[in-house]
């Protein structure tokens, strides 16, 4: 189905809040090639996803925090061995 890498974060329109069962982002399905339905998010939190930038070798950079930062920055930090990068750039 997929020839490219897909990254996804959540069903919804930018700055929309995030969703956490299908029906709730119906609108956009005429423009997707796919929709899979496992049945609602669990927790129904809807902080989003936590987006992390590791186009630096050894480092990370997080672009937008969510409902999994600290979890995700301790497994970047304690499993991986990255740093963040404090450096400003373009998306800083």
Not at 8 to 19: E, M, R, V
Not at 74 to 85: H, M, P, S
């Amino acid at each position: 189905m997929c020839e490219e890498p897909l990254a996804l974060t959540s069903a919804n329109i930018s700055a929309h809040t995030s969703t956490v069962a299908v029906h709730e982002f119906q609108e956009l399905w005429p423009r997707l090639a796919v929709v899979v339905d496992d049945g609602p998010i669990g927790d129904q939190n809807r902080q989003g996803s936590t987006v992390v930038d590791l186009s630096v070798l050894g480092k990370y950079r997080v672009i937008r925090p969510g409902c999994a930062l600290t979890s995700t920055v301790d497994l970047l930090r304690r499993k991986y061995g990255l740093c963040e990068d404090t450096t400003e750039g373009l998306n800083a």
